[in-house]
């Protein structure tokens, strides 16, 4: 998809990966881009270096989502592509309380459908729209240290493969954006939580990961992979799901191993 003349909205864009992605946008010509996140005040922040609209949005609410596309529609008349790229992380395991587990799984997963509920309409009568979901690798390899964050962002690339099977052909365009590390403020926190560098060392910057996405939209493609080497490790798993099992459990085993 062409990006000149779009209306694009971001949500998680107060900093990070969304703050990239909007000031990227930005820089393509478009109509307009709407930063959208929980933090207010960070949003405006962004909004003016980049000339854009500010909105606080708590994405886990429905209502604050709905909102968001009406106050959008109402004001440029459409949405051309939505970046449900909002997220969080919960480290643990089943023991990981319950609160955390609703909390990740309404931020994570739920909010990504609330959008598609309510942009999906407007795309569809349409006939054209696109859809970027910020996913993450661990959505196609899980996590060693986090299965609240695992299962959630596996949760979200098949609800986002649903779409595009869905309306793929309705003229919905849909990508999952599937990094491994980040130079984020999430990783820095999930580093200093494990105590281990764990993808920190082949952790990218933001802009590179908004650099990945717009040549992604631009050639349409579901899955965008900043880290190459996510294919590979991908493939590997479907060929042989029990040897890469035993991979992942060494992995953990030796990041335990030299973690503190």
Same mark, same amino acid.
């Given at each position: 998809? =062409?990006l $000149?003349? #779009?209306?694009?909205?971001?949500t998680?864009?107060a900093?990070?990966?969304?703050?990239?992605l909007? $000031?990227r946008f930005?820089s393509?010509?478009?109509?307009?881009?709407v930063i959208?996140?929980?933090?207010?005040?960070?949003?405006?922040?962004?909004?003016k270096?980049? &000339?854009?609209t500010?909105? /606080?949005?708590?994405?886990? !609410?429905?209502a604050?989502?709905?909102r968001?596309?009406? !106050?959008?529609?109402?004001e440029h008349g459409?949405?051309?592509?939505?970046c449900s &790229?909002?997220?969080i992380?919960?480290?643990g395991?089943p023991?990981?309380?319950?609160?955390d587990?609703?909390?990740i799984w309404?931020? &994570?997963v739920?909010a990504?459908?609330?959008v598609?509920?309510?942009v999906l309409?407007?795309?569809?009568?349409?006939?054209?729209g696109y859809?970027?979901g910020t996913?993450?690798a661990a959505g196609?390899?899980?996590h060693v240290f986090?299965?609240p964050y695992?299962?959630t962002?596996?949760?979200?690339?098949?609800?986002?493969?649903?779409?595009?099977?869905a309306?793929g052909d309705?003229?919905i #365009?849909?990508?999952?954006l599937c990094? /491994?590390?980040?130079?984020t403020a999430? +990783?820095?926190?999930e580093? =200093?939580q494990?105590g281990t560098?764990?993808?920190t060392e082949s952790? +990218?910057?933001p802009e590179?990961v908004? =650099?990945?996405?717009v040549k992604?939209i631009? %050639?349409e493609?579901?899955?965008?992979?900043?880290?190459?080497?996510?294919?590979?490790?991908?493939r590997r798993k479907? %060929?042989?799901?029990? #040897?890469?099992?035993?991979g992942?459990r060494?992995? #953990?085993? &030796?990041?335990?191993s $030299?973690a503190g």
């Open positions: 998809m =062409e $000149t003349g #779009r209306v694009i909205v971001v998680g864009a900093r990070g990966i969304g703050r990239a909007a $000031t930005a393509e010509g478009v109509k307009a881009v959208a996140d929980v933090d207010g005040d960070g949003a405006s922040s962004v909004a270096e980049i &000339n854009a500010a909105i /606080q949005c708590n994405v886990a !609410h429905e604050d989502v709905e968001l596309v009406e !106050h959008v529609v109402a459409r949405i051309d592509v939505f &790229n909002a997220g992380a919960v480290a395991g023991e990981a309380a319950d609160s587990w609703h909390r309404e931020v &994570n739920m990504h459908v609330y598609a509920r309510h309409p407007g795309m569809l009568a349409r006939k054209e859809i970027l996913v993450s196609l390899l899980n986090a299965a695992g299962v962002k596996a949760a979200a690339l098949s609800f986002f493969e649903w779409l595009a099977i309306h309705e003229g #365009r849909v990508s999952c990094p /491994q590390g980040v130079k999430m +990783l820095a926190a580093r =200093e494990l560098s764990f993808l952790a +990218l910057e590179v908004a =650099e990945a996405v992604g631009a %050639d493609r579901f899955l965008i992979l900043p880290h190459p080497e996510v294919a590979e490790f991908f479907a %060929d042989d799901y029990d #040897r890469w099992l035993r992942m060494r992995l #953990r085993a &030796n990041l335990l $030299t």
